[in-house]
């Protein structure tokens, strides 16, 4: 079994700050990518930030330069930091992870059940 696991969610003042954490467990050889997903009511779900096995990033144009994703490895965890928050932030917020549950398994994608983040005006 495989778990993924959101935290850090709640309600903030627009221009505050949260720091959401992801936790994976359970059978994992190895973890690949791992990243940020968000979804508002009545959107699709959107990329927000990805972070690959050796730490390179890519973020959405709208929360370049605010929000930050970083990794620990050793943790199975991956962070997202953000900063400058706006009323448009506020959505659910999806970690996924590409896991490999064995040396010799295809890696699949485990998503969390997501947070929520909601910025008032």
């Known amino acids: 079994q495989v778990q993924v696991v959101e935290s850090g969610g709640g309600l903030v003042q627009a221009g505050g700050s949260l720091r959401l954490s992801c936790a994976a467990s359970?059978?994992?050889?190895?973890?690949?990518?791992m990243g940020w997903y968000r979804q508002a009511p009545g959107n699709q779900r959107e990329l927000v930030a990805l972070?690959?096995?050796?730490?390179?990033?890519n973020y959405a144009d709208s929360v370049k330069g605010r929000f930050t994703i970083t990794r620990d490895s050793a943790k199975n965890t991956v962070y997202l930091q953000m900063n400058s928050l706006k009323p448009e932030d506020t959505a659910v917020y999806y970690c996924?992870?590409?896991?490999?549950?064995?040396?010799?398994?295809?890696?699949?994608?485990?998503w969390g059940r997501g947070t929520q983040v909601t910025v008032s005006s």
């Open positions: 996924n992870a590409q896991i490999k549950r064995t040396s010799t398994s295809n890696s699949l994608m485990y």
């Open positions: 359970g059978s994992i050889f190895s973890i690949n990518g």
């Open positions: 972070i690959t096995s050796f730490g390179s990033t």
